[in-house]
């Protein structure tokens, strides 16, 4: 089992609807969550972070933390063509392991 | 407020080839990291430095040196180019190596070898 799985997509939604992202994570000792997003040929850029199991809301941006069901999510409210881009779920474990454990991502598709 | 900074931005090189990547932060953290991004692999990780001085193997480390040249300062060294070194490459840094902080990254260098 991979440690941070994503849907690749590409996920397709219309203009202002929800987007909803998708990310499992192995290590159960995992304590930080982070959603980047990724334009073609840029950086990631980071988003949202969550720590705490429950929801985490930002703008129109609002992660999902479950830890006991290894799941974090991310929706995206009110979707712009600008949000078209790839979105990346990363983990990063806690204690000597700090560094930062990224999925493949998934590619968004806002639709005019 | 420059954050973090790489050069090149673009670069070709013949296999065998040596070159070495820069990476600058102005940021006054403690850790850095490179990474580099592949179609269909997503960010893995090269090499880190958690703290000046230090310098850790990460996911993909064979055919690379790095060095912390100083708290600002972090390359990546190619001593001899292969084709499936072709990539592009992130430097990152972060305040500390401790989980839950922000990794901040930088534009990113297109490296292909020929």
């Known amino acids: 089992q991979k440690e941070v799985e994503q849907n690749s997509g590409p996920l397709s939604v219309p203009e202002g609807a929800i987007a909803s992202l998708n990310c499992t994570y192995s290590d159960r000792g995992s304590q930080s969550f982070f959603w980047y997003r990724q334009y073609s040929g840029k950086s990631p850029e980071l988003i949202m972070f969550?720590?705490?199991?429950g929801d985490k809301e930002d703008g129109r941006f609002t992660a999902q933390l479950n830890k006991a069901s290894q799941y974090v999510s991310l929706l995206i409210r009110d979707s712009q063509p600008s949000d078209s881009a790839t979105y990346l779920c990363?983990?990063?474990?806690?204690?000597?392991?700090?560094?930062?454990?990224f999925g493949k991502g998934t590619k968004l598709s806002v639709k005019p | 407020n420059a954050g973090v900074t790489q050069t090149p931005k673009f670069q070709v090189l013949k296999t065998g080839q040596s070159m070495t990547l820069q990476c600058a932060q102005d940021?006054?953290?403690?850790?850095m990291y490179w990474y580099r991004q592949d179609p269909g692999m997503g960010l893995r990780l090269i090499y880190y430095s958690a703290s000046e001085g230090t310098t850790d193997k990460g996911e993909v480390p064979n055919g690379y040196n790095v060095s912390r040249l100083n708290k600002r300062e972090f390359s990546l060294r190619l001593e001899s180019a292969a084709p499936s070194q072709t990539s592009v490459y992130f430097c990152a840094s972060s305040e500390s190596w401790l989980a839950g902080n922000t990794i901040y990254f930088g534009e990113g260098s297109w490296l292909t070898v020929v």
């Open positions: 969550i720590y705490s199991n």
């Open positions: 940021m006054n953290h403690n850790s």
């Open positions: 990363a983990v990063k474990r806690g204690g000597s392991q700090g560094n930062l454990i």
